[in-house]
């Protein structure tokens, strides 16, 4: 296991590496450079205060050369800092903005969780009836609606029309002045439809996973055997059947990371939430070139891990990929 | 023309098996319907799609302007007429360099194997674990978007997994007998590949490339909601969208329309393609 482990944490370091390497040239290949922008900004640059700007940030150096540079920077964590006017090392602002996206995600996470596995054993124990039919239409309906126009949708309805809840940011603006439990309860208000949103695409694609896993495992030999030995119907569908259909799906988990920022983008964007997606948006608009390739890091690692983690899980779940693994290595 | 004969009798039962389900034709009924929409939206407008009117600023549907008007007085139903054009053709122009880069390099790989396979394959998971709307959004920032840009970028992003399902046809197929017979009688590598595989793995090819039709309209549409995508004046779904929501306390029809276009759009093609998949592919018949 622990060889398998090293081999496939090894074969990803190339890979990484590439992903680097092909983001840094697609940045700057792009026509244009970032000290123009800057330049735009400020009328009355003249072109020697821009080959001073180029000078500073090194741009003025052979692509492979900032490569080089920027490559050894990143490997002892220092990103640089942003173009952006506040000049803020991105790190830094990237960091404050970590815990919100990965709050929501965890949360989001879990709320697919809780809900597809239940959906999908019951679509799939009752397979064919008005339940799995209509769990089937939700499926269908929910992988082709687009989250953003859901969520404008729900905008309208629970923020405009009802005026329920918030429809934008965190916190309201009078946040400071609340006391603990109703700040508690305006962030929470807060999350509400963004969460909705983020989890119906997951929720439609996890629950049929579910419900085919399941429809797997019922037609297996052990569940036979085991009504045959005369156990209750719900002690083989829950203890001998759940059992085994659900461990394909928790090893999903690894595959979700790398959908996680991408989602973000369109969600925090939508509901004006202060996350990595958001940032990652107004940087590809700005043209913020260290933050851009900092968040691609980040991002091409998460989905890199999450790979490892769901061959690793599924290795564990399953004693068969282990001992074939075993030889293969 | 033995080989013909029973490609026209599969043909002939596939479509059979097509025809029993109805989701299946629902959705490509819908797709023809989608497909002359867009096509005659000239012919099908109320109204010209850019001409706008002061005095009929987002108006609430009625029996004048069927959808309502924007924000600059333009009828919505015509833009999304027009709209339709530019979903059509980015869902298609996409999915065809998909296509066309996901069989070249799945069957590369897949056929020479070895070296070529290993190195083709590591290419593809690199690309893979790109996080895909980070490069799309970078990509068309830099370069500008304009129609051709965005259809080049989701075409260039989105072959990995075709490439991916080719290779594993073609590694199937290669040691098969009319392959070993063809290579016996000194056929070159390009022409069995050509001629002999790639023929047997199309069927999987054509259900992908459905399924990736509605794949490519989505994420048209959600880079035109960022205003990544087609940009106004050239009306497309997504950015009447952008509309909508910058005028969301008052013009809802704004936002329900476009979405509603998307969504069965979507599910036209993914209830065609999926159909497809159950009707082609023999091994699931049974």
Same mark, same amino acid.
């Given at each position: 296991?622990?060889?398998?482990?090293?081999?496939?944490?090894?074969?990803?370091?190339?890979?990484?590496?590439?992903?680097?390497?092909?983001?840094?040239?697609?940045?700057?290949?792009?026509?244009?450079?970032?000290?123009?922008?800057?330049?735009?900004? *400020?009328?009355?640059?003249?072109?020697?205060?821009?080959?001073?700007?180029?000078?500073?940030?090194?741009?003025?150096? =052979?692509?492979?050369?900032?490569?080089?540079?920027?490559?050894?920077? @990143?490997?002892?964590?220092?990103?640089?800092?942003?173009?952006?006017?506040?000049?803020?090392?991105?790190?830094?602002?990237?960091?404050?903005?970590?815990?919100?996206?990965?709050?929501?995600?965890?949360?989001?996470?879990?709320?697919?969780?809780?809900?597809?596995?239940?959906?999908?054993?019951?679509?799939?124990?009752? *397979?064919?009836?008005?339940?799995?039919?209509?769990?089937?239409?939700?499926?269908?309906?929910?992988?082709?609606?687009?989250?953003?126009?859901?969520?404008?949708?729900?905008?309208?309805?629970?923020?405009? *029309?009802?005026?329920?809840?918030?429809?934008?940011?965190?916190?309201?603006?009078?946040?400071?002045?609340?006391?603990?439990?109703?700040?508690?309860?305006?962030?929470?208000?807060?999350?509400?439809?963004?969460?909705?949103?983020?989890? @119906?695409?997951?929720?439609?694609?996890?629950?049929?996973?579910?419900?085919?896993?399941?429809?797997?495992?019922?037609? *297996?030999?052990?569940?036979?055997?085991?009504?045959?030995?005369?156990?209750?119907?719900?002690?083989?569908?829950?203890?001998?059947?759940?059992?085994?259909?659900?461990?394909? @799906?928790?090893?999903?988990?690894?595959?979700?990371? =790398?959908?996680?920022?991408?989602?973000?983008?369109?969600?925090?964007?939508?509901?004006?939430?202060?996350?990595?997606?958001?940032?990652?948006?107004?940087?590809?608009?700005?043209?913020?070139?260290?933050?851009?390739?900092?968040?691609?890091?980040?991002?091409?690692?998460?989905?890199?891990?999450?790979?490892?983690?769901?061959?690793?899980?599924?290795?564990?779940?399953?004693?068969?990929?282990?001992?074939?693994?075993?030889?293969?290595? | 023309?033995?080989?013909?004969?029973?490609? %026209?009798?599969?043909?002939?039962?596939?479509?059979?098996?097509?025809?029993?389900?109805?989701?299946?034709?629902?959705?490509?009924?819908?797709?023809?319907?989608?497909?002359?929409?867009?096509?005659?939206?000239?012919?099908?407008?109320?109204?010209?799609?850019?001409?706008?009117?002061?005095?009929?600023?987002?108006?609430?549907?009625?029996?004048?302007?069927?959808?309502?008007?924007?924000?600059?007085?333009?009828?919505?139903?015509?833009?999304?007429?027009?709209?339709?054009?530019?979903?059509?053709?980015?869902?298609?122009?996409?999915?065809?360099?998909? !296509?066309?880069?996901?069989?070249?390099?799945?069957?590369?790989? %897949?056929?020479?194997?070895?070296?070529?396979?290993?190195?083709?394959?590591?290419?593809?998971?690199?690309?893979?674990?790109?996080?895909?709307?980070?490069?799309?959004?970078?990509?068309?920032?830099?370069?500008?978007?304009?129609?051709?840009?965005?259809?080049?970028?989701?075409?260039?992003?989105?072959?990995?997994?075709?490439?991916?399902?080719?290779?594993?046809?073609?590694?199937?197929?290669?040691?098969?007998?009319?392959?070993? %017979?063809?290579?016996?009688? %000194?056929?070159?590598?390009?022409?069995?590949?050509?001629?002999?595989?790639?023929?047997?793995?199309?069927?999987?090819?054509? !259900?992908?490339?459905?399924?990736?039709?509605?794949?490519?309209?989505?994420?048209?549409?959600?880079?035109?909601?960022?205003?990544?995508?087609?940009?106004?004046?050239?009306?497309?779904?997504?950015?009447?969208?952008?509309?909508?929501?910058?005028?969301?306390?008052?013009?809802?029809?704004?936002?329900?329309?476009?979405?509603?276009?998307?969504?069965?759009? !979507?599910?036209?093609?993914?209830?065609?393609?999926?159909?497809?998949?159950?009707?082609?592919?023999?091994?699931?018949?049974?």
């Amino acid at each position: 296991m622990l060889a398998y482990l090293i081999r496939r944490v090894l074969i990803t370091i190339p890979l990484l590496l590439g992903i680097l390497c092909l983001s840094f040239l697609m940045l700057k290949l792009a026509p244009g450079e970032p000290t123009i922008i800057q330049q735009d900004l *400020q009328a009355r640059a003249t072109g020697a205060q821009r080959e001073t700007l180029r000078q500073l940030y090194g741009l003025d150096k =052979p692509i492979y050369v900032q490569f080089g540079r920027w490559l050894w920077r @990143v490997v002892r964590l220092d990103f640089g800092r942003s173009y952006s006017p506040d000049g803020r090392p991105v790190l830094e602002k990237i960091a404050e903005r970590i815990p919100i996206t990965l709050g929501l995600n965890l949360l989001e996470t879990v709320i697919i969780f809780s809900l597809a596995v239940p959906l999908g054993i019951l679509s799939a124990t009752r *397979q064919y009836s008005v339940f799995d039919k209509a769990t089937t239409v939700f499926v269908f309906v929910g992988f082709a609606t687009p989250d953003f126009w859901l969520a404008l949708l729900v905008m309208i309805l629970f923020g405009v *029309q009802l005026g329920w809840l918030p429809i934008s940011g965190l916190r309201s603006l009078n946040f400071e002045y609340l006391s603990f439990g109703a700040q508690v309860w305006d962030l929470a208000a807060h999350l509400v439809l963004p969460l909705l949103v983020a989890s @119906v695409g997951g929720l439609a694609g996890l629950s049929r996973y579910m419900r085919g896993s399941m429809l797997e495992v019922i037609r *297996q030999d052990y569940m036979r055997t085991a009504r045959a030995k005369g156990l209750a119907e719900s002690v083989v569908v829950y203890k001998h059947g759940v059992r085994n259909a659900v461990l394909p @799906v928790v090893t999903l988990l690894g595959l979700m990371l =790398p959908g996680l920022l991408g989602g973000a983008v369109i969600i925090e964007t939508v509901f004006a939430i202060p996350g990595m997606g958001q940032l990652f948006y107004q940087s590809a608009f700005s043209r913020d070139e260290p933050v851009l390739m900092a968040l691609i890091v980040i991002g091409a690692s998460l989905s890199l891990f999450g790979n490892i983690a769901a061959d690793v899980s599924y290795a564990l779940v399953d004693p068969r990929i282990r001992v074939a693994k075993r030889r293969e290595v | 023309m033995a080989r013909d004969a029973s490609a %026209g009798r599969q043909g002939q039962v596939a479509w059979r098996q097509l025809r029993k389900n109805r989701l299946a034709m629902a959705g490509g009924s819908v797709v023809l319907l989608l497909g002359a929409v867009a096509l005659c939206a000239p012919l099908l407008a109320p109204y010209d799609p850019a001409a706008y009117d002061v005095k009929q600023i987002l108006l609430a549907p009625g029996p004048q302007h069927w959808f309502g008007t924007d924000q600059l007085g333009r009828d919505v139903l015509s833009r999304m007429l027009y709209g339709a054009r530019i979903s059509m053709a980015v869902g298609f122009v996409s999915v065809g360099i998909a !296509v066309l880069l996901g069989t070249l390099i799945g069957t590369l790989a %897949g056929y020479y194997g070895g070296r070529v396979d290993e190195l083709l394959m590591r290419f593809v998971d690199l690309m893979l674990n790109f996080p895909r709307l980070f490069l799309l959004l970078t990509l068309i920032a830099l370069l500008r978007p304009s129609i051709w840009v965005i259809m080049a970028v989701i075409g260039f992003t989105g072959w990995m997994g075709l490439a991916r399902l080719v290779r594993g046809e073609i590694l199937s197929l290669r040691e098969r007998e009319f392959v070993q %017979g063809a290579r016996a009688l %000194g056929a070159a590598d390009a022409r069995i590949m050509v001629k002999h595989i790639l023929p047997n793995a199309l069927v999987p090819v054509l !259900v992908s490339a459905t399924l990736g039709v509605a794949g490519a309209i989505l994420t048209e549409s959600g880079l035109s909601f960022l205003g990544l995508g087609v940009q106004p004046p050239t009306p497309s779904w997504g950015n009447i969208l952008i509309d909508g929501k910058a005028n969301i306390e008052i013009a809802w029809w704004l936002s329900a329309f476009p979405g509603l276009a998307i969504l069965a759009t !979507v599910l036209a093609y993914n209830l065609l393609g999926e159909g497809l998949r159950d009707a082609l592919d023999p091994r699931l018949r049974q």
